[in-house]
């Protein structure tokens, strides 16, 4: 009798993993397709990946629509008045049943860097896909004369 139970304690693991596998399966298609989150991010180039913002006496920099992606990328690389990209902005955990959505208890430091006011003069931003392909890196620079408003202007 000990080799009956072993076999379907055996069995039941497999089918459980069987059935966990499939659930993951089910969750991870409903996250759209990388091709789209590519054609996002191409779309929002010139309109900025990131946004500058001055406000309270602080610079702030968000990025928020690169977080809409998260569920698609491994990394989000920067780097303040440099290219070096030797900073890491964190992405935030991916839900598949809300996969653009931030999660409800993402704060601001989900979104945004808040740096001491003038301190970035450029921004260069780069994505890492979650199969390890990279985007181009964009060069951002503040928006002038746009009060509290968010923006960015691509210099590359």
Known sequence: MTGSLKFWRTAIAAGM???????AAQDES????????RTM????????????????GAQWIYFT???????RLSEIRYSINSKA????????????QNPMALPPEAGP?????????GT??????QVVWEDGSESAVAVYEPC?????????????
């Open 17 to 23: 993993a069987a059935v966990a596998s499939m659930a």
């Open 30 to 37: 409903r996250v759209p397709p990388q091709s789209l989150y």
């Open 41 to 56: 991010l191409d779309a929002n180039r010139q309109t900025g990946w990131v946004q500058f913002r001055d406000f309270d």
């Open 65 to 71: 629509a690169l977080q809409t992606l998260h569920c």
């Open 85 to 96: 990209l030797d900073q890491r902005f964190d992405l935030v955990a991916c839900n598949p």
């Open 109 to 117: 430091d989900a979104i945004a860097l808040k740096l001491p006011a």
């Open 120 to 125: 970035a003069q450029t921004i260069a931003v």
């Open 144 to 156: 002038k004369d746009v009060g509290e408003q968010s923006c960015a202007w691509p210099l590359e």
